[in-house]
């Protein structure tokens, strides 16, 4: 959204004077509303196309990037309807480990933020052993990096000390497998087998660890 599009949104609609967010309405939020308005500017085909078009991008941005900002904005897209409409994380997971190198997507993913991690790093450093609150904070990070060895690291640590979660121990599971450890994965999973109760993601992620790296499910 440039200058012009900003022009013709406000048209008309008088300057603000206060910070004060009922000075327009006493109504509630109309959540729907908000998300069919923000919709049309998420569309990834046409807000590249509006970037594309903008007289402030054709001065600034050099016409040799045009072709890799698209995929950053199908990446904008996916996020956004992931917070509006819920999606499978892990498979988004997935697909931004090993199809991009964008780290903001696998910390949002993960829920967790560069100002989160930093904290929880800063943390870290000062404690002998990070505290557990840190933790998925510290194993987003190294994800975010592709730094696999210590995601693992991390993750076995939570499962040493009794803290890890069942979402963790998915993700433990595919990273072992994204890096070729499946026996690891295998013996993950046949050992918290009481644990984990068949559903729809269950049956998706052993199907994703079976096609792409040869992973066994338990009977």
Known sequence: MDGEEIDRITEG?????????????????????????A????????AIQRFLGSAMIDKIWPPALNKPPQSYFIV?????????TGSN????????????RLRVPVLEVLGSDEFRLSLAETVARNSEIPPPETMSDLVAGALARRDFDNAIRLLEKEKELGTLELNDLFILAYVYCLTGEV????????SN???????????????KLQADFGFHPPP
């Open 76 to 84: 904008r897209e996916a996020r956004y309807l992931s917070g509006v």
């Open 183 to 190: 026996k690891k994965a295998e013996t993950l999973v046949g």
């Open 193 to 207: 087998i009481g644990l984990i109760k068949r559903d729809w993601f269950v049956d998706w992620l052993w199907g």
């Open 39 to 46: 919709s049309t500017y998420m569309s990834a085909s046409s």
């Open 13 to 37: 609609i008088a300057p603000l004077t206060d910070f004060y967010p009922k000075r327009l309405s006493d109504a509630p939020w109309d959540e729907q509303a908000s998300h069919r308005f």
């Open 89 to 100: 994380g892990l498979a988004e997971l997935d697909l931004y480990l090993r199809h991009s």
